[in-house]
């Protein structure tokens, strides 16, 4: 059991099932939130990748 745990337990003592409830909740908010700070930064890398190779097209379609 973590330290964390430990310490809220000894200050206000809760069932087991509440705090590995509530450490699971906060677990799956972090995992969320994570995944969709990834997806926005890789789409928005995507979309400059994208940008640039089509401005290359458009340059070497113009010699």
């Known amino acids: 059991m973590p330290?964390?745990?430990?310490?809220?337990?000894l200050v206000a003592p809760e069932p087991a099932g509440a705090l590995v409830q509530a450490r699971a909740l906060s677990s799956i908010f972090g995992i969320v939130v994570a995944l969709l700070c990834t997806l926005l930064v890789a789409h928005d890398h995507a979309a400059v990748r994208a940008e640039r190779a089509l401005v290359a097209c458009m340059e070497r379609r113009a010699r």
């Open 3 to 9: 330290l964390a745990l430990l310490l809220t337990d």
